[in-house]
């Protein structure tokens, strides 16, 4: 399973980006998806998840209102749309999967997962 993260770029305040990833190798419907990120001398945090019927969502605080999660089943693929991004989103941010049904609360855990993706680097600039 390989999960490629893209859309990641240098913005202003203010902008926005939209972050897509895509998972290739995996062939079950049956997965949930999240978004990760980790800010120089921080620890990884998660963004936002999505079930794996796409029916359940979740945000960290600090993204709630900006912050959109979707998912394309027929391409595999999981976006994070971000709007009006502030300096503290600069970050590298990840995608990661979990295979299988698993209860939302424990999608905010990075442990919760079997495979992530490279990194794409967001950069917002005042």
């Known amino acids: 399973v390989q999960l490629q993260a893209s859309g990641g770029g240098l913005v202003q305040v203010g902008g926005s980006l939209r972050l897509s990833c895509a998972a290739s190798?995996?062939?079950?419907?049956?997965?949930?998806m999240g978004w990760f990120r980790q800010a120089p001398g921080k620890e990884r945090e998660a963004v936002s998840c999505?079930?794996?019927?796409?029916?359940?969502?979740y945000y960290a605080d600090s993204v709630k209102g900006r912050f959109t999660i979707s998912r394309e089943h027929a391409k595999k693929t999981v976006y994070l749309q971000m709007n009006s991004l502030k300096p503290e989103d600069t970050a590298v941010y990840f995608c990661?999967?979990?295979?299988?049904?698993?209860?939302?609360?424990?999608?905010?855990?990075?442990?919760?997962?079997?495979?992530w993706g490279q990194g794409t680097l967001v950069t917002v600039s005042s």
């Open positions: 990661a999967l979990k295979p299988g049904q698993i209860i939302l609360s424990a999608l905010r855990n990075d442990v919760s997962y079997d495979y």
């Open positions: 190798g995996f062939t079950s419907d049956h997965y949930a």
């Open positions: 999505i079930s794996s019927s796409g029916g359940s969502t």
